[in-house]
């Protein structure tokens, strides 16, 4: 029994089969999914798929790839939208540095403004960085101590993972640790204080061998859990526990009214 803390139900790619990829889940013991938007219409998807399944919760923001398209409105049906029920966090917001998909002033600008929106509604942050380590942790540094969140699919070396662990924030490992050449990122996976770890598909990408490079869904976190569970020398069943327990502790999941 665990959380799948960062998946994207809302994508296209669920569409045709969203009903059985959920059943899955349940049938697996996937106690909560937290699906996580990349755009204004995907985050209206995620915050309707959050009020059509139990399981489901939402996260609303707008992807580093995605934030070149923003318009004066964008900020404020954002607001809104982080406002509804089930709504338990302010992602999918970020850096990448590696496709540079959106001009990187922009990605910056968007990156602290959508920050100082979790601030103001007191909602933690899920947060991609891709090749953008430093100007990550410098936007970071300078909201010390107020923001609380989570670095999804966390890529850094150890002694970012130390500063982000030292600025509260969780870490969440996904499908690419159980690759063969994850080396580095199977010993900082190794070193994260068990309170402080998440785990998480990123359906429909990163699927976790044996099912890479085909679609992922969230039931496959379970082959992740099993993976880090054997790095860390932890029982499999332990690790899903505790991971559930970090995901509720930092969504409030069961706190807010679900549907
Ligand atoms: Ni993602």
């Known amino acids: 029994m665990t959380i799948d803390s960062h998946a994207h139900l809302e994508m ?27 755009t204004i219409p995907d985050c209206e998807k995620a915050v309707e798929l959050a009020r059509l399944y139990p399981p ?6 707008i992807h580093p790839h995605e934030v070149k398209g923003i318009d004066a409105g964008t900020y404020d049906a954002l607001r809104v939208l982080a406002q509804q029920e089930k709504v338990v966090a302010i992602g ?29 509604l007191d909602l933690p942050v899920i947060i991609h960085d891709r090749e953008a380590h430093a100007e990550t942790l410098a936007i970071l540094r300078q909201r010390k101590g107020r923001l609380r969140g989570v670095l999804h699919c966390f890529s850094g070396d150890a002694a970012m993972a130390r500063e982000c662990l030292a600025l509260g924030f969780y870490l969440s490992v996904a499908g690419p640790v159980t690759y063969r050449k994850s080396e580095q990122l199977r010993a900082v996976a190794r070193e994260i204080p068990a309170e402080r770890l998440l785990i998480e598909t990123d359906a429909p990408y990163l699927s976790p061998q044996p099912w890479r490079g085909k679609r992922n869904e ?28 970090n995901a509720r502790r930092l969504f409030g999941l069961g706190r807010k009214k679900s549907a």
């Open 92 to 120: 999918e917001i970020g850096l990448d540095f590696f496709y540079d998909l959106s001009p990187r002033e922009v990605q910056l600008r968007w990156f602290a403004e959508q920050l100082d929106l979790a601030l103001e």
């Open 218 to 245: 969230p039931v496959y976190v379970v082959e992740t859990a099993r993976c880090l569970a054997e790095i860390r020398g932890m029982a499999a069943g332990e690790l899903e526990r505790v991971t559930e327990e």
């Open 12 to 38: 296209e790619e669920f569409d045709g089969d969203r009903d059985a990829v959920l059943g899955r889940a349940a049938a697996a013991g996937l106690m909560a999914i937290v699906t996580v938007g990349t």
């Open 56 to 61: 489901v919760y939402a996260a609303v923001g």
